[in-house]
């Protein structure tokens, strides 16, 4: 039978925050009588998650990914509904659990900052009582694959972000967790060592075989590693499915590039397209959107009524799409609920 | 399931090892914080044993208030919770997270700083104490026992003292500034635990309410011990509210623990 690696079914977390209004009068008021206010952070989220996938969750700030990790690592307790990971409950934090998980943080460090990293290493193998020659061997495997070997005897407090990081991923990789949760693992990293830490990422997954979920503002970060999406917005999951439907099923529309040709440029560039908007406008370069249905009749008008030197039909980038989603600007979807009949 | 959750001692001592490690990076501060701790009863002995002279007050002679007082050095410096004012940090900050992460209760955590503190911390306090006691001459004259029982004392006075800054420590959960609390523990330990005076010359009223109130039993009560200022029954009596306060300590650690964790994972770090 088919066993998800994490399964969750109506997950809701509500904080009860407490709410005053400015001024000395009011601070005083709130010691007698508090007055708080319930803010959904999380509203009935369900889904399942097999063995060795790797899931990018993906949602502005806000929406509740960091939330979802947290209950999902134990950390807090939900308000209503359930969860399992790796066959334990996450919220009851047994030690066999927290032994088959791992959360690293973008914006957290677990390291002990006066001491070189190998010592930190150390000290977590011991806490997760690694037998010390599967520590040698997954420490030296780790440290190959991010090319680490220098920077295990100098302190960490000298480190780079990016070496940090490094150092931060095999500080939560040591124990060989069967489940990984990545928050914000590329958060102000350069472009190269982003690209690097992805290559890891994918690399220990493949090797590995852990269940990994991925939180991530760098949606190049979300294309190179997983294959299937969670879109959380406002608390509440939006769309789950692979990457690629993604585009199509938010964004149902194209990018038309155009490039006229050099002498009648200006004046032919005022011209109206029916069917297409036009997002920008520049040096004789027009990008259209079209609904993805009209494409091919508006790309024959375009031809048709301009100088065309060159013209290229496009999805839209990623970032566009997401930035559509988190705007709350859903073109071709009537309202939210016709999103989740999608998925 | 203990108090603690699963116990995890390899993990633990691991994390005392490193800690060390990391402190050891910092010696001269933290020899600076505890030449800090050690001024007040330093001033003390200097202002006892020139009020005594060449006679006696309260029935101590010079020579015993300088002994009394280096010994006090000692046991405050051995007693001294200084994770106390670290635990509301971590709550505050976030950190608290990668604590609960881990296979291992966080107590430990604190016990290994608190351990490693304590090495790092004698490393100074020991030697300038032999020093001090060369150039000063004191005196002490045990009871016979005395030693064992003061060393006793000792250890209690530090769990005590632990766990009861731990749980005022711990309303960091709640109040932001909780450590305000900590500073006002420390106010009546300098007055009721021995350091402005040993309780045994407090004036009457301030004496009785030292007897009963658990400060003595952080610091002053295994020095009284040593330095043979208690008869057996006192010392039986003081044993007995020790351990009972104690007890109150650790009941009210493990409760405020429980109620702030409940209360973390409902609102989040």
Same mark, same amino acid.
């Given at each position: 039978?088919?066993?998800?690696?994490?399964?969750?079914?109506?997950?809701?977390?509500?904080?009860?925050?407490?709410?005053?209004?400015?001024?000395?009068?009011?601070?005083?008021?709130?010691?007698?009588?508090?007055?708080?206010?319930?803010?959904?952070?999380?509203?009935?989220?369900?889904?399942?998650?097999?063995?060795?996938?790797?899931?990018?969750?993906?949602?502005?700030?806000?929406?509740?990914?960091?939330?979802?990790?947290?209950?999902?690592?134990?950390?807090?307790?939900?308000?209503?509904?359930?969860?399992?990971?790796?066959?334990?409950?996450?919220?009851?934090?047994?030690? &066999?659990?927290?032994?088959?998980?791992?959360?690293?943080?973008?914006?957290?460090?677990?390291?002990?900052?006066?001491?070189?990293?190998?010592?930190?290493?150390?000290?977590?193998?011991?806490?997760?009582?690694?037998?010390?020659?599967?520590?040698?061997?997954?420490?030296?495997?780790?440290?190959?694959?991010?090319?680490?070997?220098?920077?295990?005897?100098?302190?960490?407090?000298?480190?780079? /972000?990016?070496?940090?990081?490094?150092?931060?991923?095999?500080?939560?990789?040591?124990?060989?967790?069967?489940?990984?949760?990545?928050? &914000?693992?590329?958060?102000?990293?350069?472009?190269?060592?982003?690209?690097?830490?992805?290559?890891?990422?994918?690399?220990?997954?493949?090797?590995?075989?852990?269940?990994?979920?991925?939180?991530?503002?760098?949606?190049?970060?979300?294309?190179?590693?997983?294959?299937?999406?969670?879109?959380?917005?406002?608390?509440?999951?939006?769309?789950?499915?692979?990457?690629?439907?993604?585009?199509?099923?938010?964004?149902?529309?194209?990018?038309?590039?155009?490039?006229?040709?050099?002498?009648?440029?200006?004046?032919?560039?005022?011209?109206?397209?029916?069917?297409?908007?036009?997002?920008?406008?520049?040096?004789?370069?027009?990008? /259209?959107?079209?609904?993805?249905?009209?494409?091919?009749?508006?790309?024959?008008?375009? /031809?048709?009524? /301009?100088?065309?030197?060159?013209?290229?039909?496009?999805?839209?980038?990623?970032?566009?799409?997401?930035?559509?989603?988190?705007?709350?600007?859903?073109?071709?979807?009537?309202?939210?609920?016709?999103?989740?009949?999608?998925? | 399931?203990?108090?603690?959750?699963?116990?995890?001692?390899?993990?633990?001592?691991?994390?005392?090892?490193?800690?060390?490690?990391?402190?050891?990076?910092? =010696?001269?501060?933290?020899?600076?914080?505890?030449?800090?701790?050690?001024?007040?009863?330093?001033?003390?002995?200097?202002?006892?044993?020139?009020?005594?002279?060449?006679?006696?007050?309260?029935?101590?002679?010079?020579?015993?208030?300088?002994?009394?007082?280096?010994?006090?050095?000692?046991?405050?410096?051995?007693?001294?919770?200084?994770?106390?004012?670290?635990?509301?940090?971590?709550?505050?900050?976030?950190?608290?997270?990668?604590?609960?992460?881990?296979?291992?209760?966080?107590?430990?955590?604190?016990?290994?700083?608190?351990?490693?503190?304590?090495?790092?911390?004698?490393?100074?306090?020991?030697?300038?104490?032999?020093?001090?006691?060369?150039?000063? =001459?004191?005196?002490?004259?045990?009871?016979?026992?005395?030693?064992?029982?003061?060393?006793?004392?000792?250890?209690?006075?530090?769990?005590?003292?632990?766990?009861?800054?731990?749980?005022?420590?711990?309303?960091?959960?709640?109040?932001?500034?909780?450590?305000?609390?900590?500073?006002?523990?420390?106010?009546?330990?300098?007055?009721?635990?021995?350091?402005?005076?040993?309780?045994?010359?407090?004036?009457?009223?301030?004496?009785?309410?030292?007897?009963?109130?658990?400060?003595?039993?952080?610091?002053?009560?295994?020095?009284?011990?040593?330095?043979?200022?208690?008869?057996?029954?006192?010392?039986?009596?003081?044993?007995?509210?020790?351990?009972?306060?104690?007890?109150?300590?650790?009941?009210?650690? =493990?409760?405020?623990?429980?109620?702030?964790? =409940?209360?973390?994972?409902?609102?989040?770090?």
């Amino acid at each position: 039978m088919f066993q998800p690696q994490i399964a969750v079914e109506s997950l809701t977390k509500i904080y009860r925050v407490p709410q005053r209004p400015p001024g000395l009068a009011a601070a005083i008021a709130s010691l007698f009588r508090r007055t708080t206010q319930d803010v959904p952070a999380v509203r009935d989220v369900s889904f399942t998650i097999a063995s060795g996938e790797i899931v990018g969750l993906i949602g502005p700030n806000g929406a509740g990914k960091t939330t979802t990790l947290k209950l999902l690592s134990g950390l807090l307790h939900p308000t209503s509904g359930s969860a399992r990971v790796a066959d334990c409950t996450p919220w009851e934090r047994r030690p &066999e659990f927290l032994r088959r998980i791992s959360m690293v943080l973008g914006n957290k460090s677990q390291m002990i900052w006066d001491i070189p990293p190998l010592d930190t290493f150390r000290v977590l193998g011991e806490i997760y009582a690694v037998p010390p020659a599967e520590y040698r061997a997954t420490l030296d495997e780790l440290v190959a694959l991010l090319e680490m070997e220098e920077l295990l005897t100098k302190p960490v407090r000298n480190f780079s /972000l990016g070496e940090r990081m490094k150092c931060e991923l095999v500080a939560g990789l040591l124990h060989r967790p069967a489940v990984l949760f990545l928050d &914000e693992p590329t958060l102000g990293l350069d472009v190269s060592m982003q690209t690097r830490l992805r290559r890891f990422v994918a690399e220990y997954n493949r090797r590995s075989g852990a269940t990994v979920i991925l939180t991530s503002h760098y949606m190049a970060d979300v294309v190179a590693l997983c294959p299937r999406v969670i879109v959380i917005h406002h608390g509440r999951l939006i769309y789950d499915g692979g990457l690629s439907r993604l585009a199509a099923r938010l964004a149902p529309f194209k990018l038309l590039r155009v490039t006229l040709g050099e002498a009648e440029a200006e004046a032919e560039a005022e011209v109206e397209i029916e069917g297409a908007e036009v997002i920008e406008r520049e040096n004789g370069r027009l990008t /259209l959107r079209v609904r993805r249905g009209n494409a091919p009749a508006v790309t024959a008008q375009v /031809l048709q009524r /301009l100088p065309v030197a060159d013209l290229t039909v496009e999805d839209p980038p990623l970032e566009a799409v997401i930035d559509q989603i988190y705007q709350g600007d859903l073109t071709g979807f009537h309202n939210l609920s016709g999103l989740e009949a999608a998925r | 399931m203990t108090p603690l959750g699963t116990l995890n001692h390899r993990g633990g001592w691991a994390l005392v090892k490193s800690t060390w490690t990391s402190w050891l990076q910092y =010696r001269s501060f933290f020899f600076l914080l505890a030449f800090g701790w050690m001024l007040p009863p330093l001033i003390y002995l200097f202002v006892w044993s020139a009020a005594a002279g060449a006679g006696q007050v309260g029935g101590l002679n010079r020579g015993q208030f300088v002994g009394y007082y280096l010994i006090l050095i000692l046991v405050n410096q051995i007693t001294y919770a200084q994770t106390n004012w670290t635990v509301g940090d971590v709550i505050r900050s976030g950190g608290l997270n990668s604590w609960l992460l881990r296979p291992m209760p966080p107590l430990y955590n604190v016990l290994s700083s608190e351990l490693a503190g304590k090495v790092v911390y004698l490393a100074f306090v020991v030697p300038v104490a032999a020093a001090l006691a060369v150039l000063l =001459r004191p005196e002490v004259h045990p009871a016979p026992g005395g030693v064992p029982l003061a060393i006793l004392a000792t250890v209690l006075a530090w769990a005590l003292r632990f766990f009861w800054g731990l749980w005022i420590a711990l309303l960091a959960f709640w109040a932001t500034r909780a450590d305000a609390l900590l500073a006002v523990q420390d106010a009546l330990v300098f007055l009721l635990a021995g350091v402005v005076a040993p309780v045994p010359l407090l004036p009457a009223a301030l004496r009785a309410v030292a007897a009963y109130l658990p400060f003595r039993y952080m610091v002053g009560f295994p020095v009284e011990i040593v330095t043979g200022q208690l008869h057996p029954a006192e010392i039986a009596t003081g044993f007995a509210l020790q351990v009972a306060w104690l007890a109150a300590a650790l009941i009210l650690a =493990r409760r405020v623990w429980r109620a702030g964790l =409940r209360r973390y994972s409902a609102i989040g770090g």
